[in-house]
């Protein structure tokens, strides 16, 4: 019985400024039965634009809904008692400004602009004198508009050559990152259902979770991913998940 969904954000929802055809319909519909959380790696913005977008395109979203690889950074900071060295946009940064504790991490982000050498070699030498390495996606690209932008996850193997130290990743395809979301919704894993369009981030790694999983053939979604490894459910877009969910 699926009482919960964990839904990606960009490419599920929305492609860049544009909403997918039927989504707010779709989301419309599925509020109406069931839990969600609407995730995202995304890291340039802090879950509360993530939140003020969603509202503008027209989407019937509440703040404690979403939750977002800096939700997770966050929490793991707090947990630690930890604050760190961030590299990331300066709206992401400030998401971070009310932490307390020593300096004992260094955070990579999807930074965009702020991927200065700079920036990245602060990064290394902070590694060199012994501070821990988290990162909040190691994603590869995103779709942004009608193209494929870089993410952060090029950027984070960088460091990781450079340092000989690897991240842990706090956002997808992390287990601790979903059970963190399905813990919100006060679920188990066996009744949820993860929807996205990336196929290592949000299939790959929920079905890693034992998180069963469908993906949707908008955003980042090619053909040649389902050589990599297969959802459980494939659909057109998230206009048709109502109905799937329907018929299981």
Known sequence: MIKGLLIDIGGVLYNGD????????AVNELKKEFKIRFLSNSSRNTPKNIFIKLQKFGFDVEKDEIFTALSAAKRFLEFNSSTAYII?????????EDLKGDLNYVLVCDAYKNFTYDALNEGFRLLEDGKG???????????DGDRLSLDAGGFVKCLEYAS???AKILGKPNCEFFSLAIKDMGLDKSEVLMVGDDIESDIL???????KTVMVKTGKFKESDLLKGKPDYLIDSISALPGLIKKL
């Open 164 to 166: 000989g130290k690897s």
């Open 88 to 96: 990331a946009t300066d709206e992401a940064k400030t998401y971070f």
């Open 133 to 143: 390495f988290i990162a909040t996606n190691k994603n590869r690209y995103f779709k």
């Open 18 to 25: 544009k909403v997918i055809d039927g989504a707010i319909e």
């Open 205 to 211: 790694g929920a079905k890693a979770c034992m998180i």
